[in-house]
């Protein structure tokens, strides 16, 4: 064998070696036309949380083992708080209760970290952690967290969350204390993504020429933005701006943009990521990221108008309150103050 013969013989040695070693691609469903297929209904529930903990700030992966010991946390912490739950504890005062009044039963809680192992959903910036609000932000959002720590005169005082005209992990999705399910029906004009919560849904046409709200006019303004769509090789891109006032994702405002990018990564993985930009509201965007699995639970009704019994309950706590001539200023629950 001369040298020139060696020299190929060893190369295909070397690549045949490689590709028997390479771990084998996944396989992406894909549709009849050509594109990934984002069919289907996915969980969106994660442990892990949005921003790094201070725990693990020069830490931007865990191992096998130290996500096994996390995950075993969570659990038997719940397990405990689960096996008293019906008891009176010490310490705990009524109003805790009247916040949130719900138990176990009703929540729908991730247990799991991210398939990707990551300390934070943040992934940019690189420490993880969100940006800090701008102080004219917190002080253009203050009247509307102040309006909710007044006796209500009607409903357009309460958030719109109670209001049922949004939920509170959708636009962009993120886990919640429930009803983190998405599906997703695919054709080859539009992608429509219904959520869970509030049965909120959205069709984005796929062949948006430009980003954004294009030819509306900035005084249009939507619940839920505007959003239109296109694919970027295997990736389907999702912008939404025209945002109504206090509707826009993570107290952002006018001028905020939403981008989101869906990529089917194999058979029962979804990955979602979205970036939030609006540059009077922080000095950088920011970017998360995650992996959704999928599942053969179903999307249910909501129904939040029909069974939004809180609302007439409150209303009917704020007149009587005014008929005996007192005032009371719990009306914002302990949870929600942390947000303004």
């Not at 659990?75 to 008891?87: F, K, M, V």
């Not at 990529?263 to 993985?269: G, Q, V």
């Amino acid at each position: 064998m001369n040298r020139t013969n060696f020299v190929i013989y060893v190369v295909l040695l070397l690549v045949g070696a490689t590709a028997i070693n390479a771990p084998a691609l996944a396989e992406v469903p894909m549709t009849s036309w050509g594109k990934p297929s984002l069919d289907g209904t996915w969980d969106f529930k994660s442990a892990t949380p949005l921003s790094r903990p201070e725990r693990w700030k020069d830490q931007e992966v865990l191992s096998e083992a130290e996500v096994a010991e996390y995950e075993k946390a969570i659990q038997e912490g719940r397990s405990e708080r689960l096996a008293t739950e019906g008891e009176v504890r010490e310490g705990l005062d009524g109003q805790a209760d009247v916040d949130v009044g719900y138990n176990s039963g009703f929540l729908e809680l991730g247990s799991r970290l991210d398939g990707s192992y990551r300390t934070s959903l943040i992934v940019d910036p690189p420490d993880g952690r969100m940006p800090q609000m701008k102080e004219s932000a917190r002080a253009r959002n203050k009247p509307y967290y102040e309006m909710q720590t007044q006796s209500p005169a009607g409903p357009e005082m309460r958030n719109l969350t109670d209001r049922c005209l949004i939920g509170f992990n959708n636009n962009p999705m993120r886990s919640g204390a429930y009803n983190n399910i998405m599906q997703i029906v695919q054709s080859r004009s539009h992608v429509a993504i219904q959520v869970e919560m509030v049965n909120d849904h959205r069709v984005v046409p796929t062949s948006s020429a430009s980003s954004g709200a294009s030819g509306i006019p900035t005084t249009t303004r939507f619940w839920k933005g505007y959003s239109s769509g296109k694919w970027e090789g295997a990736t389907f891109v999702v912008t939404t701006t025209n945002f109504k006032q206090f509707a826009a994702p993570f107290g952002t405002g006018d001028a905020a943009v939403l981008t989101e990018r869906f990529t089917r990564l194999d058979e029962d993985t979804l990955e979602y990521e979205y970036t939030i930009s609006d540059p009077e509201t922080y000095d950088v965007p920011w970017t998360a990221r995650q992996q959704m699995r999928r599942t053969d639970d179903d999307v249910y009704e909501y129904a939040c108008h029909e069974g939004n019994y809180s609302m007439p309950l409150v209303l009917r706590a704020a007149r009587k309150l005014e008929k005996d001539g007192k005032t009371d200023n719990t009306w914002l629950p302990s949870w929600y103050k942390s947000r303004g």
